[in-house]
């Protein structure tokens, strides 16, 4: 049995390679501008909004009154970003009050797909969650009962 001594290939600097590399981006790497798009899009805002707008268009005080507990800001700003980021297309309407709608692009849509499939998860596991808890709160070595999902908190999917 012999070794194999010679050092790893080494990347080419060829243009296509870091071209692709960059447009795939490094989440890991702290400078990496796909660590704002993330922040976007799993900030707790984010998440809710995305989801909202899967059910269709709605305008800025509908969404206010969906995604409960939002400030005017907060959904401002999150709204702003998931724009920019090209997930929610904004309309404004030339009408006196203004009338401003906002839905999701198509590229909205797929990344709301993948977050309402988080929701999901959680919102089926939460159960469990809030038993460890709940366990966690009783200090270690406590029985602890298991709770009713159908009790106690909700978090629906279907905001």
């Known amino acids: 049995m012999s070794a ?3 050092p790893p290939p080494t990347e080419t600097a060829s243009p296509d390679g870091i071209a692709e590399r960059l447009q795939r981006g490094q989440l890991f790497a702290p400078d990496c501008p796909s660590r704002a ?3 976007h899009v799993t900030s707790r805002w ?4 995305l989801v909202a707008l899967l059910a269709g268009t ?9 995604v409960g507990g939002v400030s005017e800001k907060m959904l401002a700003q999150t709204l702003q970003w ?3 980021d090209g ?10 009050p203004p009338h401003v709608e906002y839905s999701l ?3 909205g849509t797929e990344v709301a797909r993948q977050v309402e499939g988080l929701v999901d998860w959680i919102e089926g596991n939460l159960h469990r969650i809030m038993d460890k ?6 200090g270690a070595g406590a029985a602890v009962q298991p709770v009713d999902p159908g009790a106690g908190w909700v978090f629906s999917a279907g905001l």
């Open 87 to 96: 997930f929610v297309l904004r309309v404004s309407h030339p009408v006196v």
């Open 37 to 39: 798009v993330l922040q």
């Open 4 to 6: 194999n001594l010679s």
């Open 133 to 138: 808890h709940r366990a966690d709160a009783a």
């Open 46 to 49: 984010g998440v809710l909004v």
């Open 82 to 84: 998931l724009e920019h």
């Open 105 to 107: 692009t198509p590229m």
């Open 58 to 66: 709605h305008r800025f005080s509908d969404l206010r009154r969906k």
